[in-house]
C-alpha cells in the first residue's frame, strides 16, 4: 500500500503562484507513475500532469502547459506542482495520485490517491 498527502493548496489572486506537495509513504519503490489530478465544483476529475519515476519524463495537460511545473524529490518521496500565472479557472480541488502499472503519461488511471487539496483563484 502507498498513502499519499497533498499540502499547499490556499487562496491566491489571479496571476499568482503557488507550491502543491504531495508526501508519499508506504511500498513507494513499487510506483511507476505520479501525477496530479484536479476536479472543480460539479465538473469530473481532469488530468492536470504526470511524471514518470523511471526515466523522469512529464507531461502536461494543454491547459497547464507553460505554467506548471511537476517535479519530484526521490530521497525525499516527494513531489511537487510548482502553479504560476495561476487563472480563476484553476480553481479546484487538486489531487496526487500514484501507479505501479506503466501506461500512457495522460492516463487518468491511478492506484492510489491523496485527500486533495483545495486552490482557489480570485480574479
Known amino acids: 500500500q502507498v498513502q499519499l498527502v497533498e499540502s499547499g493548496g490556499g487562496l491566491v489572486q489571479a496571476g499568482g503562484s503557488l507550491r502543491l506537495f504531495c508526501a508519499a509513504s508506504?511500498?513507494?519503490?513499487?510506483?511507476?507513475?505520479m501525477g496530479w489530478l484536479r476536479q472543480a465544483s460539479r465538473e469530473g476529475r481532469e488530468f492536470v500532469a504526470a511524471?514518470?519515476?523511471?526515466?523522469?519524463?512529464?507531461y502536461y495537460a494543454d491547459a497547464v502547459k507553460g505554467r506548471f511545473t511537476f517535479s519530484r524529490d526521490n530521497a525525499k518521496n516527494t513531489a511537487y506542482l510548482q502553479m504560476n500565472s495561476l487563472k480563476p479557472e484553476d480553481t479546484a480541488v487538486y489531487y496526487c495520485?500514484?501507479?505501479?502499472?506503466?501506461?500512457?503519461?495522460?492516463?487518468?488511471?491511478?492506484?492510489?490517491w491523496g485527500q486533495g487539496t483545495q486552490v482557489t483563484v480570485s480574479s
Open positions: 508506504g511500498r513507494t519503490f513499487s510506483l511507476n507513475t
Open positions: 495520485a500514484a501507479r505501479e502499472t506503466a501506461r500512457l503519461l495522460n492516463s487518468p488511471l491511478y492506484d492510489y
Open positions: 511524471i514518470s519515476l523511471s526515466s523522469g519524463a512529464r
